[in-house]
């Protein structure tokens, strides 16, 4: 996997940063702001510890702060990610320092977001280790209950809040292991791992894009033993599979079971269609004798019945993906970023590109890896990457697809433009088609339409 396959995959945290003003009193959970009081309740009664407020209309801008209230600096924007990111890089100590499993996995996903994922594994190794007491004995108490069905938490009456912290959770499951009731021991002990499971499939998301996909195959498989048909780790764990392991026909008939089970279960899904997809394309290499033996047998015949994309794709090399060296990234980060560098950089987008328009996806592919470690923001090359892995058929390349999408949409309608104005149009209603189709919600929908009526 290279470094470019990492950095695209970046993009900022969603979670907002709390608008409360340095110093100001702490607000319960649960509160809500509104308009007739800074930090009020519904009710409009003030949290515990606010200053009084003056009585009468709620106040204007301008008007003088109760006395008692801390100043309040209304130019200061929250911070970004990237200044996020900057304090805790100071902060020393920070990683060694006791953490909850919220606190932990909530600097774990800020880092994996923005594209540091030696940190982001370090963090989510810390949650996760925090929530292994709650894994086993989940799954000791299903163990007991063997073929019995386990309760909804509403059912096993665990009581939970919204927001509630994993070892609050995992307190209650304790204690109805310990009165010997599996069957609700079980039942919480699984709701309180439900934001543990979306942890693992960071981990191994992040050791993936690492290059370690030994750890990431576990990673994954950690979450469906304790979830069997949990979305996005039946996906990942089945590509995975499928593209490190391509000569083991046992492997691959796992893999297949497990996009079988995503389209079974999860009929709607987004996933759906490509599972659906790799489910054949597995059942055509395990009859063929593996991945070699089903691109030499798709290869003789693909210039008679073959279309230049699906011959790309029979042209997806086996061999796994490397690990990256820490000699790699220092090397990038450490280099000059002279005009000659950026000029030849804007060069390979734009040959990139003319290798999209002519359907020649590796070459593209193999331009955008040298631009993206570089230029890790680039629009233009991260909507072009992906392309070109979806145009290789590679399994990943959905995911990588999906972060473009996520990163900057319209960047990927603009390389629709860019292969339309290139020739290819038959390219550009492709991508077009597959943006309207996997973004239903996307802003430009009027004028993307009117782009496919065409």
């Known amino acids: 996997m290279s470094l470019s396959l990492v950095?695209?995959?970046?993009?900022?945290?969603a979670a907002e940063p709390t608008s409360l003003p340095?110093?100001?009193?702490?607000?319960?959970?649960?509160?809500?702001a509104s308009p007739t009081g800074m930090g009020?309740?519904?009710?409009?009664?003030?949290?515990?510890?606010?200053?009084?407020?003056?009585?009468?209309?709620?106040?204007?801008?301008?008007?003088p702060l109760p006395s008692g209230h801390p100043t309040v600096d209304t130019n200061k924007l929250p911070p970004s990610a990237e200044e996020l990111m900057k304090q805790l890089d100071s902060s020393e100590g920070l990683r060694e320092r006791e953490k909850t499993f919220e606190i932990a996995s909530s600097l774990g996903k800020l880092y994996y977001m923005n594209g540091r994922n030696a940190e982001a594994l370090s963090y989510l190794?810390?949650?996760?280790?925090?929530?292994?007491?709650?894994?086993?004995?989940?799954?000791?108490?299903?163990?007991?209950l063997g073929n019995a069905a386990i309760p909804t938490p509403e059912a096993a009456n665990c009581g939970f809040t919204p927001g509630q912290a994993l070892d609050s959770m995992a307190a209650v499951a304790q204690a109805r292991a310990k009165s010997g009731d599996a069957a609700g021991a079980a039942a919480c002990a699984l709701?309180?791992?439900?934001p543990a499971l979306d942890v693992d499939v960071l981990r191994g998301n992040a050791l993936y894009l690492s290059g370690d996909s030994a750890n990431a195959l576990k990673a994954y498989a950690r979450v469906l033993e304790v979830a069997p048909r949990h979305e996005e780790a039946l996906y990942a764990h089945s590509s995975?599979?499928?593209?490190?392991?391509g000569e083991d026909l046992q492997a691959l008939k796992s893999?297949?079971?497990?996009?079988?089970?995503?389209?079974?279960?999860?009929p709607e899904s987004q996933r759906a269609a490509m599972a659906r997809e790799l489910s054949v394309r597995i059942e055509e290499t395990v009859k063929a004798g593996g991945r070699k033996k089903w691109l030499a047998s798709r290869a003789a015949d693909r210039k008679v019945r073959l279309s230049q994309s699906t011959a790309q794709a029979a042209a997806l090399p086996s061999d796994a993906p490397r690990p990256l060296s820490p000699e790699m990234v220092d090397?990038?980060?450490?280099?000059?970023?002279?005009?000659?560098?950026?000029?030849?950089?804007?060069?390979?987008?734009?040959?990139?590109?003319?290798?999209?328009?002519?359907?020649?996806?590796?070459e593209a592919l193999a331009n955008y890896t040298r631009v993206v470690p570089f230029q890790p923001e680039n629009g233009r090359a991260k909507a072009g990457m992906a392309w070109a892995l979806v145009g290789l058929g590679r399994p990943m390349g959905a995911r990588v697809w999906s972060v473009a999408l996520e990163s900057d949409a319209g960047a990927v309608e603009k390389l629709g433009d860019t292969l339309l104005a290139k020739g290819d149009a038959k390219g550009a209603k492709a991508l077009w088609e597959k943006l309207a189709q996997d973004v239903p919600n996307y802003p430009n929908k009027a004028a993307l339409q009117a782009k496919l009526s065409q």
């Not at 709701?191 to 439900?194: H, M, S, T």
């Not at 995975?240 to 392991?245: G, N, V, W, Y």
């Not at 893999?255 to 999860?266: N, P, Q």
């Open 240 to 245: 995975l599979i499928f593209e490190t392991k």
């Open 331 to 362: 090397a990038v980060k450490n280099t000059e970023r002279t005009p000659e560098l950026e000029a030849g950089l804007t060069k390979l987008v734009d040959e990139g590109e003319e290798h999209l328009a002519r359907g020649r996806y590796q």
């Open 40 to 63: 009020a309740a519904p009710n409009g009664a003030l949290p515990a510890g606010h200053p009084t407020m003056p009585a009468g209309s709620p106040v204007a801008p301008g008007t």
């Open 191 to 194: 709701a309180a791992l439900v």
């Open 22 to 32: 340095p110093g100001h009193p702490t607000i319960p959970p649960g509160t809500q």
């Open 255 to 266: 893999a297949r079971e497990g996009f079988d089970a995503l389209v079974t279960t999860h």
């Open 125 to 144: 190794g810390q949650a996760q280790a925090k929530a292994d007491g709650a894994r086993a004995l989940f799954l000791a108490s299903r163990k007991k």
């Open 7 to 13: 950095l695209a995959t970046t993009a900022l945290l």
